[in-house]
């Protein structure tokens, strides 16, 4: 059974930087396809920043381009998410969700229906 699992989430000060975690098992048999949702409170739940470990394609919200950066770790069930310049506006829920695709998403990336893993989800606070 597949598990998915993030970590590293905290309270900064706006400006600060966070790198969060995230580890699928169970099921990872080779190339995955892994995302990075936040939902912030009274907020619909949005793509951050998603990695095809295939060919490391990555995929960014206009909102945090240039400011977050996804990687893959050398374990293709494990990356990273670092957050650098956080704003008020980060603050929420990351959830990292995982699918063993064979090939990336392109534009539906951000697409939740496409990853059948999920995480529990690790708070991120931004204070100004």
């Known amino acids: 059974q597949g598990k998915v699992r993030e970590s590293g989430g905290d309270s900064v000060q706006a400006g600060g930087s966070l790198r969060l975690a995230c580890a699928a098992s169970?099921?990872?048999?080779?190339?995955?396809?892994m995302v990075w949702f936040r939902q912030a409170p009274g907020k619909e739940r949005e793509a951050v920043a998603g990695?095809?470990?295939?060919?490391?394609?990555?995929y960014y919200a206009d909102s945090v381009k240039g400011r977050f950066t996804i990687s893959q770790d050398s374990d293709k069930g494990r990356m990273s998410l670092q957050m650098n310049n956080l704003k008020v506006e980060d603050t929420g829920t990351y959830y990292c969700?995982?699918?063993?695709?064979?090939?990336?998403?392109?534009?539906?990336?951000?697409?939740?229906?496409?990853?059948?893993?999920w995480g529990q989800g690790t708070q991120v606070i931004v204070s100004s």
């Open positions: 169970g099921y990872v048999y080779g190339d995955n396809c």
């Open positions: 969700a995982a699918d063993p695709c064979s090939k990336t998403y392109g534009a539906s990336w951000s697409d939740p229906e496409n990853y059948p893993y």
């Open positions: 990695i095809y470990t295939g060919d490391t394609s990555t």
